[in-house]
């Protein structure tokens, strides 16, 4: 009880902290109207589950990443079985997620008759919206991405990059499923689930190969080409987002948060991009 009397206290003040926020910068809409789909789903109802989830995230990475720094230099070693094991898992357990999202999305898109951009949501589609709330979901579990990266000692790969798209991502998906799971939502979740079939096929390659450099440059060739596709998706998706804050009748303060959302991530996205192949590129054509 007491527990309970506290997470109910801790709720109050996260959810008139939250809305008071997005009242101030213009997203008032989000505040008191939960989905009838989601509103019963775990995490959906407030938006302090999804804030906490964050906050825990950042300290994990914020401490992980300390303890690493601090750690003494050793050789490189081999990861330990359990934690190969353990990424292969992961990497597959989303392959196939990814896969299904993407095809439940075109199928239920079809089922509805939605216009390929400019479809509203309806609180009737409980299977899209079941789907949206899936992807949700899913975006919290790929918190583990960056917790396998910190059992491995990867440091270096848990970059500004990395951790914002993994915190806000799950936020953007938080807010959709909250307001309107479904209608043009299904766009981004038909777009984003084959690039991520696709990134984690890469990582599970990556895996699987180990350090053998010749097998490496022979299957995992085509990284700069994942980059280039996850490019495109924010590119084609900044468009909807465009077109459907000008003309759909989905949510338009939606549409305008995914809007400026997707230019973050293409200015970051096309940053790692120049910082990675640019320099290898320069390196090839350097005089030797």
Request: proline share 4%.
């Amino acid at each position: 009880m007491a527990l309970t009397a506290a997470w109910h206290k801790y709720d109050a003040i996260v959810s008139r902290f939250v809305f008071d926020g997005l009242r101030r910068v213009g997203l008032q809409e989000i505040q008191g109207h939960p989905s009838v789909i989601t509103a019963h789903l775990p995490f959906i109802a407030s938006p302090t589950p999804q804030v906490t989830f964050v906050l825990a995230y950042l300290l994990i990475v914020v401490c992980g990443v300390a303890a690493l720094r601090t750690r003494k230099s050793s050789a490189p070693r081999e990861d330990p079985a359990w934690l190969r094991l353990l990424v292969q898992a992961h990497n597959l357990v989303l392959i196939s997620l990814s896969a299904y999202m993407s095809s439940a999305a075109c199928y239920y898109a079809w089922k509805y008759g939605y216009r390929f951009w400019g479809t509203n949501y309806s609180p009737k589609e409980r299977d899209m919206g079941g789907l949206i709330y899936t992807l949700y979901v899913s975006k919290l579990y790929e918190f583990v991405d960056t917790l396998i990266m910190l059992l491995k000692g990867k440091v270096e790969q848990v970059s500004f990059l990395h951790v914002y798209h993994h915190a806000s991502i799950s936020t953007i998906w938080w807010a959709i499923a909250y307001v309107a799971p479904g209608g043009d939502a299904w766009y981004c979740c038909f777009l984003n689930s084959p690039v991520h079939v696709l990134m984690y096929t890469y990582y599970l390659l990556a895996t699987l190969l180990g350090k053998d450099a010749k097998a490496r440059r022979k299957y995992l060739w085509w990284g700069r080409t994942l980059t280039q596709f996850q490019m495109f998706q924010f590119v084609t998706m900044m468009l909807e987002a465009a077109y459907t804050w000008a003309y759909s009748p989905y949510p338009k303060f939606l549409s305008k948060l995914l809007f400026f959302y997707m230019i973050t991530l293409l200015a970051l996205f096309a940053n790692f991009y120049a910082q990675k192949h640019g320099s290898s590129r320069a390196a090839k054509q350097k005089p030797q």
